[in-house]
């Protein structure tokens, strides 16, 4: 199982990495439309989540330490923040289509360095989940009688 929490946690972190790929596809969209930033939106609350899930599971069943555990589940709290960083941009912006001014521009940065944090967080999880024990992967039997 401590294969499997490696290759989903690998997976969540080629998919942030993907993600500010996304998201640059969106800003230099020309003309900016309603769909500039879909395929960046349905990654980061679709997949994102999905693999988050996936490899907090999985380092569960792959008996990792609670700390690793808690620290592989850390990215969706972080993609909660992503979220209200949108919420909040948009407010101080008025609710405005093209948020533009100072204020609401500076609090949406925050949402790119969120992504960044995520990614290191991911990143760490992969590390710690690849020097996990091998002996996490056997499953407890009993001794085969020799015949």
């Known amino acids: 199982m401590r294969r499997v929490y490696v290759v989903v946690q690998a997976l969540l972190v080629a ?4 993600q500010f790929y996304l998201a640059a596809v969106g800003a230099f969209d020309r003309p900016h439309t309603d769909d500039s930033f879909a395929l960046h939106s349905e990654n980061g609350m679709l997949v ?3 693999l988050i899930v996936l ?3 999985a380092a569960a069943l792959a008996r990792a330490p609670g700390r690793l555990i808690a620290l592989t589940i850390a990215p969706l709290g972080l993609l909660v923040v992503q979220v209200l960083i949108i ?3 948009n407010a101080v912006a008025g609710g405005d289509q093209d948020p533009t001014g100072p204020a609401a521009l500076a ?8 992504g960044m944090l995520m990614i290191g967080a991911a990143a760490t999880v992969l590390r710690r989940a690849r020097s996990l024990p091998a002996k996490t992967d056997r499953v407890d039997r009993a001794p085969t009688p020799v015949a």
């Open 87 to 89: 919420v909040l941009g």
């Open 48 to 50: 994102i989540p999905a």
């Open 55 to 57: 490899a907090t599971l």
């Open 15 to 18: 998919a942030l990495v993907v």
């Open 107 to 114: 609090i949406l940065g925050l949402h790119a360095v969120n």
